[in-house]
């Protein structure tokens, strides 16, 4: 009986919607205007589908009421053969929409969003979407502007398959906003979308996703962020950025990000069954940083990090007691069960963020001495090969941690953490490259409160009491693999088309010129004369190769008085085995002055560098993310390397990694570099300077400063092992002592003293 | 076909629940071990049963798990039979517990709870019940010991039915504990309760309910608060502290409480149907005041209420920018929607609590400069017999709060509000004494984001597009009526036994004395003679009136060296036309040294003073709801009244209301009042001085502080046409201009000065 009630309710549905589906309309439009009226006169079930080719500056408002069962779509003619470009941006607003198929490119947008849920105030998105879209490098100009690249508001939107990837400026790729009533319980759909490589901006406001803001932190959001693909985005030191509450984190695969999954704002978040894959070269890949109240963390995967503090496989901070709505509350309530922590170094470091030391130059409400409170930490497996390494790293009192039946093969801290883990030589299998999981634990598990809505593994395997296993894997069989998570366009490939670079031998000037004109990305000009006479400056805005052709060192002697060399945005110089000589007028290296949109890379390798106004001149909102200079010699300049022009003190800065090894400056009149970083920003750990066994003589002799090495609030410094002869300056350079910056090894004959400063007074950034 | 499936269904469960049911045991206890014996041993079904009869200094621990099908009852074996006394308690821990019928009275907890749901940190309820009890005055000996009549705890627990009136000490009534997982969700149901008077407490701490913390403001709670009656609960200025997230409040009745419903912490709680009833005499009886975030206030009807401020009809207050998690949120995306203002003078007080003028005394994160922002008032009835009252009362700006088509027939600020509000005549029908409603209202009303979600009035009528009412009523039948609404106990029937007063004639010292001893509460006992002299203290504990026969002024002699009126717990001394003399050594009133668990009052109307050490004395931990003096004289005293002990700085303060009007003071030598509250507590009202229409002379000859009257930190002080001569001081009083207590009609001769200090610096509470 039960059944044919079933079949009747079932028939009686299907003809209910049958008679609801409208036949749709097909409106193929080939201009702006024809589109404009198509979607003016939208009607529920009609598909409006724009011409394949470029669409230049066009701002689409797509906005319309469709129904659940004939919604308005707007798609492109061919997947990926429409192409937005120029100024543009595209509004979405009313009920039932979909965009497809897009592809945005070469161009950015004029207003603040690319893609945005809401056409304007009074007309967010509901149950709208945007599938199977690409949007590529479509970055503001100047990285100082800021912008997001998909606004969410409204209510059950869905943000679907769609591959993003190269923003470079201010701003968040992809932004949820709450604030309104009509933008909260907003269950939003972000799954299966490629964010594709997102580059290092230096300093803060370049997540890849940020989920409410502090201000609309205290509302539900329930946002699904699942089987998502987060390939090497660097932006900053938050890739997500959630702000709001009851966020579900699942699936997503977060491949050698330079930044943690930071439970920033709000809490009872679901943390679950996520692959945070590192890079053992690398301490800037994180995993996930807690802070707040109620999250759960299970069944997560982390393999090959070696990130710390901040970016630590699973940082847990202290909280400021009472603390401002917009800095760090405590954390409490927290639970953290079933991962699998494989060659990650210390997987925990509790208590992150502690700074009590530093009393003396913050306010109190600044100082994080809250620490972490009923928070339980069980059934996780934690692997090491190399088995020297704590599993706990503590800042702080951790008391307010439970452990619960963890293992390990390698060292704890039995007088900090007492029971709740098991110091033991699991066998691991080996399943595949990444995949590794203990094939016989037979060991009881903690079940704690509500530990029982832990129904399944990482892989959706279930977990019972008679099938059970400590970590993120119960069991992996033939189909098992983390490449069987989909996401991604149905049409897009990144980085399909690979050029075999060239190389371009020149003897002369004039082959010089038309050499490094019509070279592409990747070739190689070989050098092959002793000397070279150029009379302009050299704009590189692609990667350019400079090498001698022999082991002999090749001169280039620049006699305009404009830059040897002009860095443009994407511009990457190598130079090796080279003297480059000016007329003491011009730079050796400079950026543009603007539009500097995208990061710039110098590399000399056995290069000279000779009597120039300053080495390298940069712009503000330029950005470079390495300069190297290794076994090179720069003498008689006026000034060395100036990356001093972010002084907007909110935590920005010039270049990602300096780094100068043996190499020797002589000659150079005033500073040697001067780098700079504004702003108190706990989060932010670079810019980065390596100077690392030079020889420095005879340099600042009209310094004002009285200081050859200027490295104001760069977080990482290393002055090592290197030479200083007759400079006449009090200063050599100034360490952040608070971050660790020792120097070592470094002879100092008649050129001043290296000073440590332990703490350094910042302009607050929040 | 569906009908019959149904009727199938029903049969199954029926079955299956009929064969899950056990037979109850019933396990009748007389006595302490034999109950415990009896929990250690339960089993689902059964029913402990404590004989009827006194329970003494009895602590029971309820730890045990029923099931759904089977609970475990304890209960009395006639309800309200069992009375718990002394030192006594009742923990309840495990699932499925139900405790029924028991009458807690003459005593108090010797730990911090009455009843606890939960017998120890591992042990919370689920799924447990307290109903049909009675907890009455079961308050601790001194008012300075802080514990909670009810602590909720764990998850799905019920109070119910119960009555539950007379604490006087420090600690919220009920507390809701949030402070776990275990504890969140919690979907507690408070519902059908009888909260009967509270004393006002003289300083904060005495809320009726407070649901979570400030520590634990950002977890859901859930928690029902229906159908329950609130009997003047005067404790302080919170009835209710909402501190935690999807609260409701429902249907409940406010009869006459000194206070407000506050959704102090914690966001998105419902505030539905709900009924304030005030009394027009008093300005301290308060609605609903409204701080945070996403709050719907529905269908609340308002009658008779004056209050202002903090005490408003509907107060929306101003936030502290990025608040610290203990002060004051923004309020956002708040809506007050189809609520009825009947006779409430000016219903609306918005951004209450700014104080940017105390940015000298206060940090900045005291300062509430945030305005509500993205607020919609909507829909609501406001009607005042006097109609010179505004519906808004500003203290900023008000441009975040939208109005829609609300009604009036009161004055607003046309130039502030703009539009949203129609100033009409509506004609409004009288139901009963308390039920008002348009009853032909038939234009438009505001259909807003989410507005359909508001399905029903007060009473559950529907509202629907054509069947709509502006305010909380849609229409009324011969049913309808407040006292429909259902709460208290089966058999408990507050002030049942009233008694009839009687007179007592005295013509002897011993017969004054004997009328004393054996007069019961409220009886008058008449003075006949001119003389008395006494040789004893006389202990005041019950309603105790002196009057003098005649209208010859009486004379009490009393030698004794202890002070001539004890006042204890709950005394009440009237005097009238009664000289009393002291013998200069003693003080004429003065309380217990501790253990003055309740207030006490004392009202002296023509009565003389004279020939004391104080006038007045009290003790730490002591509290006078009121001291009234009137046509009296105090005359040769040392010192005058001193109600200066609470001393803590945390809001406290000896006397709720000191009234002293057309009184002489003379020879006073040292101040004639010292009155005091220490900390800064902004929302703290009292306490209250009233000094009008008296003359002051000759005193303060001995005052070192050199002030006459000194009432710092008390916040509302009358200073109105006295006289003052002859008096050898600097100052008379400082008065509070903050708190707009400004002296009027003083006339000052040879006597110091009245100053006023705009800002106080207090220490602050939080």
């Known amino acids: 009986m039960k059944l044919k009630l079933y079949i009747l309710i079932t028939t009686t549905l299907f003809l209910f919607i049958s008679c609801n589906k409208k036949n749709n309309r097909k409106i193929v439009v080939n201009n702006k205007e024809a589109l404009k009226q198509a979607i003016k006169k939208a009607e529920p079930g009609d598909h409006i589908i724009l011409k394949n080719g470029i669409w230049s500056d066009v701002s689409i408002k797509f906005k ?204 009872y978040a679901t943390i679950n069954g996520n692959v945070f894959i590192g890079n053992i070269n690398s301490e800037f890949i994180g995993g996930i940083r807690v802070i707040n109240t109620g999250h759960w963390v299970t069944n997560n995967y982390f393999i090959n990090l070696k990130g710390k503090e901040f970016r630590a496989p699973l940082a847990i901070m202290n909280g400021i007691p009472k603390s401002p709505l917009n800095r760090y509350n405590q954390v409490t309530d927290v639970v953290i069960a079933y991962n699998s922590f494989i060659n990650t170094q210390t997987p925990f470091h509790i208590g992150v963020g502690a700074n009590i030391s530093q009393a003396e130059v913050l306010p109190p409400s600044e100082i ?70 203990p094939d016989n634990y037979n060991k009881d598990l903690y079940n704690g409160f509500n530990f029982n809505k832990i129904t399944t593994d990482i892989f959706g395997n279930k977990r ?58 990747g070739d190689t000009i070989l050098l092959n004369a002793n000397i070279f006479n150029i009379n302009k400056s050299i704009a590189v805005d692609k990667n350019l190769i400079l090498k001698a052709k022999t082991t002999e060192q090749v001169t280039i002697n620049f006699t305009s008085s404009n830059s040897a060399f002009e860095m443009h945005p994407k511009g990457k110089l190598k130079i090796h085995n080279i003297e480059i000589v000016g007329n003491k007028q011009q730079d050796a290296f400079k950026t543009l002055d603007k539009n500097m949109s995208k990061a710039y890379d110098i590399f000399l390798n056995n290069v000279s560098v000779k009597n120039f106004k300053s080495v390298l001149e940069t712009s503000k909102g330029s950005f470079a993310d390495t300069i190297s200079i290794i076994n090179s010699k720069i003498s008689h300049c006026k000034k060395g390397l100036l990356l001093n022009k972010e002084t907007n003190d909110k935590g920005d800065y010039n270049v990602e990694f300096l780094i100068v090894k043996n190499t020797h400056f002589d000659s150079v009149s005033e500073k040697i570099i001067d780098y700079y970083r504004g702003g108190y920003d706990e989060s932010t750990i670079g810019g ?50 608070e971050k660790n910056d020792t120097p070592k090894n470094n002879s100092i004959n008649n050129s001043g003293e290296i000073k440590i400063v332990q703490n350094l007074k910042l302009k607050l950034v929040y």
């Open 368 to 437: 994080r001495s809250a620490i972490p409170e009923r928070t339980i930490i069980a059934n996780n497996l934690i692997h090491n090969q190399n088995t020297t390494h704590n599993v706990v790293k503590n800042y702080d009192k951790i008391e307010g941690i439970q452990f619960f039946n963890n293992s390990t093969n390698t060292q704890y801290q039995k007088e900090l953490i007492k029971n709740g883990i098991t110091s033991e030589d699991i066998n691991l299998k080996q399943h595949d490259t990444l995949i590794f999981y």
């Open 64 to 267: 319309a009421n469709g129904t659940k069962e004939n919604t308005i779509i707007l798609k492109a003619e061919t997947p990926g053969n429409v192409f937005i470009e120029g100024k543009s941006n595209l509004t979405i607003g009313g009920q039932y929409l979909q965009v497809k198929d897009l592809y945005f490119r070469n161009g950015h947008t004029p207003t603040n969003s690319v893609i945005r849920f809401k056409t304007d105030n009074e007309t967010p998105a509901f149950n709208c979407s945007v599938t199977n879209c690409v949007i590529e490098e479509f970055t503001q100009p100047s990285r100082d502007i800021k912008d997001h690249w998909i606004e969410l508001w409204g209510q059950h939107n869905t943000v679907a398959n769609n591959y993003i990837a190269g923003k470079s400026n201010q701003g968040p790729t992809l932004r949820v906003f709450l604030k309104g009533n009509e933008h909260i319980n907003n269950q939003h759909q972000i799954i299966n979308n490629h964010f594709g490589p997102r580059p290092r901006k230096g300093g803060p406001k370049s997540e890849t996703m940020q989920i409410g803001d502090s201000y609309t932190s205290m509302t539900p959001s329930y946002i699904n962020v699942s089987n998502n693909y987060f390939e090497r985005c660097n932006g900053e030191v938050e890739i997500i950025s959630s702000k709001s509450n009851f966020n579900v984190f699942k699936n997503n695969i977060f491949f050698e990000c330079e930044g943690s999954l930071v439970l920033r704002h709000g809490n």
């Open 464 to 521: 019972s009491l008679d099938n059970n296993n400590i970590g993120a894997i119960v069991k992996a069989d033939q189909t098992t693999s983390f490449s069987n998570f989909n996401y991604g366009t149905t049409w897009y490939q990144p980085n399909q088309n690979k050029y075999n670079s060239k190389n371009h031998l020149v003897n002369t000037n004039e082959e010089l010129l038309k050499a490094i004109d019509i070279s592409k990305n």
């Open 688 to 737: 980065n300077l390596y100077f690392i066994g030079n020889t420095v003589t005879n340099c600042g002799k009209q310094e004002k400063d009285n200081i050859l090495i200027k490295n104001r609030g760069i977080v990482q410094v290393f002055l090592h092992n290197n030479t200083f002869i007759n400079n006449p300056v009090k200063t050599i350079a100034v360490l952040w002592g």
